[in-house]
């Protein structure tokens, strides 16, 4: 099975404002860049995708060149990042941003979700993508969970996932054609 996991193209949003559940919508200039990214998939590869409209208009896009079925995951979404959504970085409370930084995986923000939590549903969200009978599948989502996918199907410690860069609007690819899973390349 070839698994690429494809990052949504940039959101429209300051990138000073933090942003997990937060549903911001594609940069006014979707589909710029995402030209390339059909000839890299094969025709009818199934999609899925997380519900965020940043991700689910990429997904259909592709659906649509493709002739793909497209469905979403919710497991796929981003990180909850609870009373910091929609805030800009530099006006959060110290004191809570220096706490989170500490023990990032097992604290979550104010009101939020753990990275830990947020790996354990995309580890769910893996499994589910395993039992199904595709040689290829695309996976469109936001950076933290495709951060977390790499990670689980590298078996990689979790904690690395945060060293993890993926591009906006960026492909990576796994591949299990060797009966483990390895990573064929990152942001094409």
């Known amino acids: 099975m070839d698994v690429y996991l494809i990052r949504h193209t940039r959101p429209d949003v300051d990138p000073e404002v933090c942003h997990g559940r937060l549903d911001v919508p594609p940069a006014a200039d979707f589909p710029a860049g995402t030209e390339r990214i059909p000839a890299m998939l094969v025709v009818g590869t199934p999609i899925i995708t997380a519900a965020a409209g940043r991700c689910r208009r990429l997904a259909d896009h592709l ?12 497991r796929l979404r981003e990180m909850d990042f609870g009373r910091w959504e929609g805030r800009r970085w530099r006006d959060l409370p110290r ?8 023990e990032f995986w097992n604290q979550p923000p104010p009101d939020g979700e753990s990275y830990a939590a947020m790996h354990a549903r995309v580890v769910a969200a893996w499994e589910a993508m395993l039992a199904r009978p595709a040689e290829t599948l695309a996976v469109v989502g936001p950076i933290g969970p495709l951060r977390a ?4 199907a590298l078996d990689l410690p979790p904690e690395t996932f945060v060293r993890v860069h993926l591009d906006h609007g960026g492909i990576s690819k796994l591949s299990d054609a060797t009966g483990g899973w390895r990573l064929d390349y990152s942001n094409r």
């Not at 004191?95 to 500490?102: K, Q």
């Not at 996918?149 to 689980?152: D, E, M």
């Open 63 to 74: 659906g649509r060149e493709l002739g793909s079925q497209v469905s979403v995951d919710d």
């Open 95 to 102: 004191a809570e941003t220096d706490a989170w930084s500490r």
């Open 149 to 152: 996918l790499l990670t689980i």
